[in-house]
C-alpha cells in the first residue's frame, strides 16, 4: 500500500509518496504560493493528482501537515495568524474528496513529533517538542493519550508565550531562528546569516559568534524552563532545522535552564530530533 503525504510550510510545500515500509519512493518541492494570487489548496492539489496519476494509485490514504491551528476531525485549518494569508477555514477533507476517502490533517509540529515516534523508541511516556524554525512551534505527547490538541486545537501554541511590552516581542520573536539571524546581522556577524557557518565560528572561539550564541540561547532556555513548569515533561524535544547542531546547540541551552526555574526543581532530558527534514511527512499519515 502507498500513502501520499503532503507538508505545507511558510516557504516550502513537500509532497512524497511513502510505501508500508516508510521509504519515500517519490518526492516534489515547491515554493509556497502567496495563497492570494494562487491558492495552496489547489497546489496541493495538483501536487497529489499528479502523483496519483504517475503511479497509478487508486484512493490512497492521504496525510497533509500544515502550519496553523488544525481541526484534525474536521480536516480544516483553524486560525494562522499572520503565518499565511487567507488560509484560516481552508478545509483539506472536502477539498481533496475526490481524491483520497481517507485523508488525515495535523498541526506541522505534532507531524514532526509523530513522525520521529514512528522511527525512534524513547523511554519516556511524555514528551514535549518545540521547532526553532521561521517561528516556534510546540507539540505534546502522552503514550497512552498520543498527541493533545487542546480543547479548540490551540494547545502549545508556545511561540506566544512571554510577550513583553517593553520590547513589543514574544518567545518566538526572541527566540526563532529568524531571531537568531536578526542578532547575526545587528552584530555584524562576519558571514550574514549563516547559521551553520555560527556555530562552527563560534566552536573555533570566535568571541562575536559566542556572545550571539549566548544571548540567543538565553532566550530559548526562557520559553523552555516554562514548558517545564507547565507540562513536566520526562523529554523535550528541539526540532527544526537548527536541531541538525545536535549537543553543540543543546549545550548552549541546557545550562541556562536553572536560571529560570526555582532552586533544585530539576528539568527533562534535553535532546534534538533525530528524524531530519522529512519527520512531518511520516507523520502526516500517521493516525496517532
Known amino acids: 500500500m502507498y500513502n501520499i503525504a503532503v507538508d505545507i510550510g511558510g516557504t516550502n510545500i513537500k509532497a512524497a509518496v511513502i510505501n508500508k515500509q516508510l521509504e519515500i519512493t517519490d518526492y516534489k518541492k515547491i515554493d509556497t504560493p502567496d495563497n492570494q494570487s494562487v491558492f495552496i489548496i489547489d497546489e496541493v492539489y495538483r501536487l497529489i ?3 496519483i496519476e504517475k503511479h497509478q494509485l487508486s484512493d ?3 496525510g497533509i501537515s500544515s502550519a496553523g491551528v488544525v481541526d484534525s476531525d474536521l480536516g480544516e485549518i ?8 487567507n488560509f484560516d477555514g481552508t478545509n483539506f477533507k472536502k477539498a481533496l474528496a475526490d481524491l483520497s476517502s481517507d485523508i488525515t490533517v495535523h498541526n506541522d509540529v505534532d507531524a514532526a513529533l509523530l513522525g520521529e515516534l514512528s522511527f525512534h523508541d524513547y523511554q519516556e511516556d511524555t514528551i514535549f517538542c518545540l521547532t526553532l524554525g521561521t517561528g516556534i512551534g510546540g507539540a505534546f505527547y502522552h503514550a497512552q493519550l498520543g ?4 480543547e479548540r486545537h490551540r494547545a502549545n501554541e508556545i511561540g506566544y508565550l512571554l510577550y513583553r511590552a517593553s520590547d513589543n516581542k514574544t ?7 529568524s531571531a537568531l539571524k ?14 551553520p557557518k555560527l556555530f ?7 568571541s562575536k559568534a559566542e556572545a550571539i550564541l549566548e544571548e540567543w540561547s538565553e532566550y530559548v532556555a526562557e520559553g523552555i524552563a516554562q514548558l517545564q513548569i507547565i507540562y513536566d515533561p520526562g523529554l523535550i524535544l528541539i526540532g527544526g532545522g537548527i536541531s541538525s547542531q545536535g549537543e553543540n546547540l543543546i549545550r548552549y541551552i541546557e545550562p541556562k535552564l536553572n536560571q529560570f526555574l526555582p532552586p533544585n526543581y530539576g528539568h527533562a532530558r534535553l535532546q534534538t530530533t533525530q528524524t531530519k527534514n522529512n519527520a512531518a511527512l511520516f507523520g502526516a499519515i500517521s493516525k496517532g
Not at 483553524?78 to 494569508?85: E, R, S
Not at 498527541?147 to 487542546?150: C, L, Q, T
Not at 555584524?188 to 546569516?193: A, D, M, V
Open 147 to 150: 498527541v493533545y490538541g487542546g
Open 200 to 206: 562552527d565560528a563560534a566552536k573555533a572561539g570566535d
Open 49 to 51: 493528482a499528479q502523483l
Open 60 to 62: 490512497p490514504p492521504i
Open 78 to 85: 483553524v486560525y494562522t495568524g499572520p503565518t499565511i494569508q
Open 171 to 177: 518567545f518566538e520573536q526572541r527566540a526563532s531562528t
Open 182 to 195: 536578526q542578532l547575526m546581522a545587528a552584530h555584524g556577524f562576519e558571514h550574514g546569516t549563516d547559521v
